[in-house]
């Protein structure tokens, strides 16, 4: 390899720290360079794609136009160092650190509970501290705009948001205080009689004693980089890489000169288009120019025909440009300005929007970008600039489609775009649909502009521009001729929609899918821009009043209002402590998370954190991209060839056991999936192995059969399991006796985890006795210690595996941790050098598979006053290619689906199937919420058999006195009743009903819903010897605890919990106390932190514990009552008492025989019901979530700060499942959504407006640790009360236009979903195609 030329120095700050790169790579981003050369690993990686926010850090630089330092988020791993040149970087650990002092975005977002596994918090904490170095006091606004590009997969946003709020202009922690009737000013606390409002606390953190915030304590802007900044270097600087070189010019001229020697050298500037496109298709430019010293691409130049706004410009800049201009000039110069304003707002997040440029955006020329409709029909014009001199081309389909006649000659670059003011007369819309409100790309954009023949309704022009519904922007130029001259009325809208669908055509096979749904966006964002512009002409009509326009009605203003974005709202409610609780004592107290601070401040070490280990290896998978086929060779040849690669782990490297015989580690000559792991590269680097993954030449010969669908499963009888069957009653003879009977189905689709960390292990193999270390983000460390002990053929007693804290989980983490730990493990041994695993976001996706898609059937026999009397379900589940764990998903699935209904004569059915995708998972609810999907239907559909409202429905059938289940086990639904009651009342429930309805008279494009759903779910696995724990807790001389226990940390804070029972049972503050991690080594044979357990047999084998050494200590303490916990244990070492104690839990008792169909296989129930209101755009799907209210039966909370965050938490997961994560799989079975940009999990924009959760007070159980419930799932099948309130919605508009009641629910209720059932005259425009004609993009295989 030839040596590259000299680069210059890079020059930049990070904290403060002045940074000087010699050999500077223009491929490393500064995530890359943050975590490995600086060591900085607070700033995490999620994603790698600038879609989730995780990498956020703030980049000050000095504004050469502005003269001023400007402050602003980005998102580390799509920022090139080389861009970094004279800028400060402040990353989560330069504003603040548990050891020295805190930043108050730090501790308050961890004292506000916003913290659970914390991956995510560097990232929002960032983001929070960036705006407040723009706006001491920002606006509620302002606060969602910045975390608007930020995901949690934990919380549920609510109290990352209260956080910021305590920044806002009109900041309250407690809601109740505006009412005056705050639970503090009560004395909350400490109110002592149960039953009293003074015994609910709506409080969970105490805002008052938080830091103030102090802007003087923040790190100043670097004075050697004002003053490079003030004086600039004109110079060219080059960086060279091995294989990219970056020349970042300081003058125009030399851009010029240096775009005609390298025509064909991209300009970088925010890099999120080029950035994003180089990795996925491995393509590497050469040379890259960097215009970004050139002040003259970032001039803004105002003018009194329009604005021209320099290339250079961000996104948020262009905004805040925009912004000024809207507010300067009157209303009928901004349109176009106003409509662009509008989709800036929603366009990405907020740190995409910091770094996309303007001319990267138009130059891009994405099919689905949000500006370029609206700057073609604002007739915007680019100006170009060369060597040669400028020339001005217009912004036009042609230029957008990139016919090289309308294009940039390879020499110039874009240097500004002009955008003329609008004019009296003319109108300009935007309209965008996406899966959710923020941070997704859209189906379908649009821009629209009319200019109407003055004081007429006459069309003189008109422009229509889409997006989305092309492989470019696509202008509807033929119908828009053919409409000028024509009034502005019914008729004209009538022959539009004709023409449009005639011009802007989409195949059935179009990329991208939802084909239908497209077409029907188009035409029913004319419709809006009809109603909007005759909405203009009202008010225009009144000044000049000499023509009359069409009317719209009064039921069909709705149409014209957007759902706004709004910061939700809302109070958790729980039961204060015993008055005559000892203040030491913690249990029941919200006490926050135990890391909650060092999430904050970055210092919290998740597993790809642990700093590079001696000679460490980076392992990359090699994975199948055949669905189902033979091996015919494996080339590795080229691969091996390349620098740093040091060998390639196939199954022949496997020394014991590779995997199940049909579950294997790595494949051997067959393959049964895409994204079955092959093989395994390792090299020096991450870099070198990702490439080397590249060269390795697989040749597969295809199988038959290839299944996908859970059809195609049926068809096969293709099946991973016997049928699990459960029988209750005589299901036949009841059929014969009743009133009615509805049959329907239900399908509801897959779900990705999505935990912020992907999967990742690092193994460290020991000189000595073949010991290795591993250290693994995983819910079971020992099923991996077991797994590696088995595929290395070593006894289990020499492997250790050690979990410090996991990313989330979410089931994701039971399983699959093990394999990619056996494999890494192979490579150690074979290797003799230590190995990291970090998974890709795209290859975790693609790899690990998730919550099973379920295709259901029912049956329902019912009487006409809507009790039900037969129920018969059948369900399948796609399992994917090896059996997992969908057995036992099959059979909770059935064990759970009655839910809380006492149906006697029931029979449910199901079935897991075997199809050619990844297998399929535990994931939290373990089949629960897809399957109670189905029963719920049942009940929306006798609902609207009998005419009956669906609650009436469910409070008839629920259970009402104690009982049996249908598997036998007896239970009270006192609880269950109660949750019902309280959720009634709390959400005002009937009251709301009516108003939902007189809504729904009055308008006809939007509907509202509301749904209230009851809860029955049990806790724990269907098996005793699951529900053993054990701890181990030690007492050192110095008086300090260390409690260890089999729970994982995933964010759920197990630890917390267990220091407050640790604490309880020894008498002693939890500051005495630690926990280190969990290791098989200090607690061996450990079950699975899941099934909603964890806390409850931890806390009892560590009350266990505690209790053996109190006994130990116990003559001690009564020889010398006044003594302190030192002395004790002083004296207690003396007496040469062991301070050291095992505790145990034994489990449970918990068994099902399916044979007889009976069992007790659940230790306790969660009880709880959820009210959800929503309001739908009939025309666009969008929907709105107005609010919800939460009751759930937690009984004694042992913390009701984490135990709400896991109610709140797992709802908006559920949320996320029922409403807009879907995932896409082409018809080879490649599984398209890995991503963030693609899979779309919910936002801080996706909580409900008001939000509301309250945990059921003077609730008792007397089974578990201080009578307490696990409440890690239940809460993700409350999501579906936003399901059904979108249905509600739905049928209110289908009854309104006489669609007969359609028995086919499919979950995601998608924009596309709702849009394509609230059927109307557009949607029956549309042409539908023969599927029998086509192959379409992406197959559903639910
Ligand atoms: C997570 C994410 C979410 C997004 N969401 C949305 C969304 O919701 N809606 C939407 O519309 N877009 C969205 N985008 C796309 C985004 O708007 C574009 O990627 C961005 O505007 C490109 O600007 P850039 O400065 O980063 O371009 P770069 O990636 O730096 O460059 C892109 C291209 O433009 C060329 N170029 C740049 N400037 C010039 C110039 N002055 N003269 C000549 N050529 C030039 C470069 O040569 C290069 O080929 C999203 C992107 C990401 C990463
Ligand atoms: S890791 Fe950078 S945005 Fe996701
Ligand atoms: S706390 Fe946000 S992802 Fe876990």
Same mark, same amino acid.
């Given at each position: 390899m030839s040596c590259p030329p000299k680069s210059d120095d890079l020059v930049f700050f990070v904290n403060g720290r002045k940074v000087i790169e010699?050999?500077?790579?223009?491929?490393?981003?500064l995530l890359n360079f943050l975590r490995k050369?600086?060591? $900085?690993?607070?700033t995490k990686y999620a994603?790698?794609?600038?879609?989730?926010? !995780?990498?956020t850090v703030m980049v000050s630089k000095h504004d050469p136009v502005s003269a001023k330092i400007r402050h602003f988020s980005i998102?580390? &791993? *799509?920022?090139?160092? &080389?861009?970094?040149?004279?800028a400060a970087v402040t990353t989560v650990?330069?504003?603040?650190s548990v050891n020295t002092r805190l930043h108050p975005v730090q501790e308050r977002i961890a004292r506000s509970h916003g913290?659970?596994?914390? %991956?995510c918090t560097p990232g929002m904490v960032m983001s929070m501290y960036t705006l407040l170095r723009n706006?001491?006091?920002?606006s509620e606004e302002q606060l969602m705009e910045a975390l608007g590009g930020n995901l949690c997969?934990?919380?549920?946003y609510r109290p990352i948001l209260a956080s910021g709020r305590?920044? &806002?202009?009109?900041?309250?922690?407690?809601?109740k205080k505006r009412t005056g009737k705050c639970c503090l000013d009560l004395g909350g606390n400490d109110s002592?009689?149960?039953?009293?409002?003074?015994?609910?606390?709506?409080?969970?953190?105490?805002?008052?004693?938080f830091q103030p915030l102090d802007p003087t304590q923040e790190l100043i802007f670097p004075p050697e980089l004002l003053r490079m900044a003030k004086n600039p270097e004109k110079q060219t600087l080059t960086f060279h890489g091995e294989r990219v070189t970056w020349i970042s010019p300081g003058t125009l001229k030399d851009l010029l000169k240096l775009k005609a020697k390298h025509p064909e050298a991209p300009l970088i500037l925010g890099n999120t288009s080029l950035g994003p496109a180089m990795k996925s298709q491995g393509r590497v430019h050469p040379i890259l120019l960097s215009p970004?010293?050139?002040?003259e691409l970032s001039m803004v130049f105002k003018t009194s025909d329009g604005l021209t706004i320099g290339a250079g410009c961000s996104l948020a800049q262009v905004k805040d440009i925009l912004a000024e201009q809207v507010s300067e000039l009157p209303e009928e110069k901004t349109q176009t300005y106003r409509a662009l304003l509008k989709h800036l707002k929603s366009l990405a997040g907020q740190q995409i929007r910091n770094m996309a440029s303007l001319g990267g955006h138009v130059i891009s020329r994405?099919?689905?970008?949000? $500006?370029n409709p609206i700057l073609v029909v604002g007739n915007a014009t680019l100006n170009l600039i060369s060597e040669e001199g400028t020339r001005q081309i217009p912004l036009n389909d042609h230029f957008l489609a990139g016919l090289a006649s309308a294009d940039l000659k390879p020499e110039e670059i874009l240097e500004s775009v002009y955008i003329p003011h609008s004019q009296k007369w003319e109108f300009v819309s935007a309209f965008r649909q996406a899966q959710?409100?923020?941070n997704a790309l859209a189906d379908v954009s649009a821009g629209m502009r009319v200019i109407l023949e003055e004081a007429t309704d006459t069309i003189k022009e008109l422009s229509l521009s889409y997006g989305g519904v092309g492989e470019a922007t696509i202008g509807a130029h033929k119908s828009c001729q053919q409409l000028i001259?024509?009034?502005?009325n019914e008729q004209m809208l009538e022959e539009a929609c004709r023409l449009l669908l005639e011009e802007v055509s989409l195949p059935g096979?179009?990329?991208? =899918?939802r084909v239908e749904f497209k077409r029907t966006l188009v035409v029913s964002f004319f419709f809006k821009f009809y109603l909007e512009v005759l909405q203009e002409l009202k008010k225009l009509v009144k000044v000049s009043d000499s023509h009359h326009y069409p009317e719209i009605s009064d039921r069909f203003?709705?149409?014209?209002?957007d759902f706004p974005v709004t910061g939700p709202r809302g109070v958790q409610r729980y039961q204060s402590v015993?008055?005559?609780?000892?203040?030491?004592?913690?249990?029941?107290r919200p006490i926050m998370h135990l890391s909650g601070l060092k999430h904050a401040t970055g210092?919290?070490?998740?597993?790809?954190?642990?700093p590079m280990v001696d000679r460490e290896l980076f392992m990359v998978l090699v994975t199948s991209t055949?669905?189902?086929?033979?091996?015919i060779s494996i080339d590795l040849s080229e691969a091996l060839e390349l620098p740093g690669v040091v060998d390639v782990i196939k199954?022949?490297?496997?020394? =014991?056991?590779?995997?199940?015989e049909d579950d294997k580690l790595l494949a051997v000559d067959?393959?049964?999936?895409?994204?079955?792991?092959?093989c395994a590269v390792v090299a020096e680097t991450d870099v070198q192995a990702k490439r080397a993954i590249e060269k390795i030449k697989i040749t597969y010969k295809d199988l038959e059969p290839i299944i996908f669908t859970i059809n195609d499963a049926i068809k096969h009888n293709s099946f991973l399991c016997p049928e699990k069957k459960l029988e209750q009653g005589n299901i036949e003879e009841a059929f014969e006796k009743v009133d009615q009977i509805v049959e329907g189905e239900v399908h509801v689709g897959g779900q990705e985890?999505?935990?912020?960390?992907?999967q990742r292990v690092i193994v460290i193999p020991k000189a000595e006795d073949k010991e290795l270390d591993i250290y693994v983000s995983t819910q079971d460390p020992a099923h991996v210690q077991k797994t590696v002990s088995s595929t290395l053929n070593?006894?289990?007693?020499?492997i250790t595996c050690h979990v410090k804290?996991?990313?989330? =989980?979410?089931?994701?983490?039971v399983g699959r941790p093990a394999v990619f730990g056996a494999i890494a493990a192979v490579g150690a041994i074979k290797t003799g050098r230590p190995i990291r695993l970090v998974l890709d976001r795209e290859d975790d996706m693609l790899i690990t598979g998730g919550r099973h898609p379920l295709f259901g059937k029912y049956k329902v026999g019912f009487m006409n006053?809507?009790?039900?009397k037969a129920l018969d379900i059948e369900c399948f589940i796609n399992?994917?290619?090896?059996l997992d764990d969908s057995e036992q998903v099959t059979e909770f699935l059935i064990l759970k689906l009655e839910n809380a209904y006492k149906i006697r004569n029931l029979r449910f059915r199901g079935r897991a199937c075997m199809t050619n995708l990844p297998s399929n998972t535990a994931f939290r609810g373990f089949g629960f919420p897809q399957g109670t999907l189905i029963t719920e239907s049942c009940i929306t559909a006798v609902a609207a058999k009998c005419g009956l409202l669906p609650e009436e429905i469910r409070e008839k059938n629920m259970?009402?006195?104690?009982d049996k289940t249908i598997y036998k086990q007896a239970f009270s639904p006192e609880t269950l009743i109660r949750c019902w009651n309280e959720c009634l009342d709390k959400s005002s429930f009937h009251s709301r009903r009516m108003q939902v309805e007189e809504f729904n008279k009055k308008n006809y494009w939007k509907k509202k819903g509301i749904a209230i759903i009851p809860m029955k779910f049990s806790v724990g696995f269907?098996?005793?010897?699951?529900?053993q724990a054990a701890a181990l807790v030690h007492i050192y001389t110095d008086g300090s605890v260390l409690v260890t226990h089999g729970?994982?940390?995933?964010?759920?804070?197990i630890h917390t919990k267990m220091l407050q029972v640790a604490s309880r049972e020894l008498k *002693?503050?939890?500051?005495y106390m630690h926990v280190c991690e969990t290791s098989t080594a200090t607690v061996p044979n450990t079950i699975a932190t899941? !099934?909603?357990?964890g806390s409850d047999v931890n806390g009892k084998a560590v009350q266990n514990a505690c209790q053996i050494l109190l006994k130990r200590l116990e003559p001690i303490i009564k020889k010398n009552?006044?003594?302190?916990w030192e002395d004790w244990i002083e004296a207690a070492f003396e007496q040469r008492i062991s301070l050291s104690a095992t505790g145990y839990f034994r489990g449970y008792k918990a068994y099902m025989d399916w044979e007889k169909g009976e069992?007790?296989? %659940?230790p306790y129930y969660v009880y709880g019901a959820a009210c959800s209101e929503v309001e739908i755009d009939?025309?666009?799907?969008a929907h709105k979530k107005i609010r919800t209210d939460i009751i759930m039966? !937690?009984?004694?909370?042992?913390n009701p700060a984490i135990d709400i965050g896991q109610v709140e938490g797992s709802f908006i997961q559920g949320m996320g499942l029922y409403t807009t994560e879907e995932l896409k799989y082409s018809?080879?079975?490649? *599984?398209?959504?890995?991503g963030p940009d693609e899979y779309k999990i919910p936002t801080i924009?996706?909580?409900?407006e008001e939000f509301n959760v309250s945990l059921l007070p003077s609730s008792q159980t007397p089974l578990t640790i201080y009578s307490s419930k696990g409440l890690?799932?239940?809460g993700m099948f409350l999501g579906s009360s936003v399901f059904f309130a979108i249905t509600d919605a739905v049928a209110a508009a289908c009854k309104e236009r006489d669609i007969v009641e359609d028995f086919i629910v499919k979950s995601p209720a998608t924009p596309e979903q709702v849009r394509m059932a609230c059927a109307d005259r557009f949607t029956e425009m549309i042409p539908r195609d023969d599927p029998k004609t086509f192959k379409p993009w992406s197959i559903p295989i639910a």
């Open positions: 010699r050999n500077a790579d223009p491929e490393v981003t050369n600086l060591r $900085l690993t607070g994603c790698g794609r600038g879609g989730c926010g !995780a990498c998102t580390a &791993c *799509l920022v090139p160092i &080389c861009s970094l040149y004279g650990e330069g504003i603040g913290t659970q596994c914390g %991956f706006h001491l006091q920002p997969r934990c919380t549920g305590t920044f &806002c202009v009109e900041s309250t922690g407690c809601q002592s009689s149960l039953n009293r409002e003074s015994d609910i606390c709506t409080d969970l953190f105490v805002e008052e004693e970004a010293r050139i002040s994405h099919c689905y970008s949000d $500006l959710c409100q923020q001259g024509r009034p502005w096979w179009a990329p991208g =899918g203003l709705s149409a014209l209002e015993d008055s005559h609780q000892s203040l030491q004592d913690p249990v029941g210092e919290a070490i998740f597993c790809d954190d642990i055949k669905a189902h086929a033979k091996i199954a022949e490297d496997i020394p =014991g056991t590779n995997g199940a067959e393959v049964l999936c895409v994204g079955q792991i092959i985890h999505f935990y912020m960390e992907t070593i006894p289990i007693n020499r804290r996991v990313g989330g =989980g979410f089931g994701g983490k006053n809507g009790r039900i399992g994917g290619c090896t259970y009402k006195t104690v269907a098996a005793t010897s699951y529900h729970g994982n940390e995933l964010g759920q804070g *002693l503050p939890m500051s899941a !099934a909603s357990i009552p006044g003594g302190t069992g007790d296989p %659940f009939c025309l666009t799907g039966d !937690a009984c004694c909370s042992l018809p080879e079975g490649v *599984l398209y959504s890995r924009t996706d909580v409900p890690g799932e239940s």
